[in-house]
């Protein structure tokens, strides 16, 4: 590949939904952008989450009942949490960074700063999806989390609270309103909250597909290749290409999700990204007639209506980025699911995993690096990448034109550490 110069032109590295959302605002905005991809287009985590907008999911995973919950899920080693033994002296500093981050007042720090990007989020996806066509993809039906004891549902409590104070609306429901929102649970699920504000995507990596079409459609540009080092100049910014070749654009945002750690620290820029790895199966359409996705939260897995069939996953493994899946998480999620859900055919299922790039505060990094303002970060979403994509974009292009972000950015600085 020949070396490329445009001193115009700003990089986007990284085509997952993050990337995508970033390079769809900046091309509204008039900047010329081209895209980096060393994979397919949204093959990354954007490929196969569960497709929530969880615009009312602002509780911070770092939070004093997750430290509660931990240990007994970590017993579990098929568990919702889980920490591969070998990986244990990698994690251990962003394990340490977690439980500070889970301390009260940090805790509430991140619960407001959450929240903030959430209520923009919801705005911002609006707008976005309005924009570049994508409404027939959006299912707006919300969410129902189910319970399996009363003391389940009012352990909760605090949390919705909270999420009250946020704006969030919610209804608690049982009997014949949570037959109604979702017919043919299991008996032992006795109570559900409703949040009917949640809205769920066709399938994700079309849906993001459909984006790179709006973005393509715009005049972006695509360069297929890995960046191996971002190099900030007197008048713009070096990508070198695994391939030997070089971009010169005026501008790079890094949205290279679970990856992005090194390219940062290579700028001077520390960031304590780590993966938690997320298993589903994706069972073929009809496997169930789901109404909405449905949270099993006691058990940390969803299950998702798909256009292409029921999705059932979730799960975090604190297993780096090397280690080969281990495809009994989906297993176990999917023998769980059969058992809440009787007549869940489990058939003909596809099983996948993901790399969520998480931070130790679940916060994602929205700021410019400490080498130059000419390159700009937009990854560490999280298990909510998907749900922050438009929202990172507009505040991406804000910081772009130099104008004051929508929202403060302050919690999402890459120095914050
Ligand atoms: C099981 C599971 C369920 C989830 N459910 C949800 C959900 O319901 N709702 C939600 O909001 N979020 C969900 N998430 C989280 C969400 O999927 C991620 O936060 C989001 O996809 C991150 O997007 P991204 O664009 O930052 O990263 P990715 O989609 O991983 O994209 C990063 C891209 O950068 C490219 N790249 C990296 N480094 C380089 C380089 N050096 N050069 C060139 N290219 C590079 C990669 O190839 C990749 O294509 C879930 C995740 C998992 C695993």
Not at 131 to 153: C, F, I, K, M, T
Request: charged share 20%; with cysteine; proline share 7%.
């Amino acid at each position: 590949m020949s070396d490329r110069a445009d001193s115009g032109e700003i990089a986007v590295i990284g085509a997952g939904i993050v990337g995508l959302a970033c390079a769809f605002h900046l091309l509204g905005e008039g900047h010329r952008v081209r895209l980096v991809e060393r994979g397919g287009v949204a093959e990354g985590a954007s490929f196969g989450n569960a497709g929530a907008f969880a615009f009312t999911d602002i509780l911070p995973l770092a939070s004093p009942g997750m430290l509660l919950k931990a240990p007994k899920w970590l017993f579990d080693p098929l568990g919702p949490l889980s920490i591969p033994p070998r990986y244990l002296p990698q994690i251990t500093p962003w394990l340490i960074r977690f439980w500070r981050a889970s301390l009260p007042d940090r805790y509430r720090h991140s619960l407001v700063a959450q929240g903030s990007l959430m209520r923009f989020a919801a705005q911002a996806m609006e707008s976005m999806v309005a924009a570049a066509g994508l409404s027939s993809h959006v299912r707006r039906d919300g969410n129902l989390q189910l319970y399996e004891s009363e003391a389940e549902l009012a352990a909760s409590q605090p949390g919705w609270d909270a999420r009250a104070k946020e704006g969030v609306e919610f209804e608690h429901v049982r009997g014949s309103r949570l037959a109604e929102l979702q017919p043919g649970v299991a008996p032992r699920f006795v109570a559900g909250t409703f949040t009917p504000r949640w809205q769920t995507v066709d399938d994700p990596h079309h849906f993001a597909l459909a984006l790179f079409q709006a973005v393509m459609a715009r005049g972006a540009a695509i360069t297929h290749g890995e960046v191996k080092a971002v190099e900030p100049a007197e008048s713009g910014v070096r990508l070198r290409l695994a391939d030997g070749s070089q971009l010169a654009v005026g501008r790079a945002i890094l949205a290279g999700g679970a990856w992005s750690r090194p390219l940062a620290r290579e700028l001077g820029d520390a960031i304590p990204l780590e993966t938690e790895r997320g298993y589903n199966t994706t069972l073929p359409p009809g496997a169930f007639a789901l109404h909405r996705q449905l949270t099993f939260g006691g058990h940390g897995f969803v299950v998702t209506p798909l256009s292409t069939g029921i999705r059932v996953g979730g799960a975090v493994e604190l297993g780096g980025l090397k280690a080969a899946p281990n495809f009994r998480r989906s297993e176990v999620m999917l023998r769980k699911a059969a058992a809440f859900l009787p007549g869940l055919n489990t058939e003909g299922g596809t099983q996948w995993m993901g790399f969520r790039p998480s931070l130790p505060d679940s916060l994602p990094v929205i700021g410019t690096s400490r080498a130059s303002n000419r390159v700009l970060y937009a990854f560490g979403h999280g298990h909510l990448g998907l749900t922050q994509s438009a929202a990172t974009g507009r505040l991406v292009a804000d910081m772009v034109a130099g104008r004051t972000p929508s929202i403060t950015l302050d919690p999402f600085r890459p120095d914050r550490f």
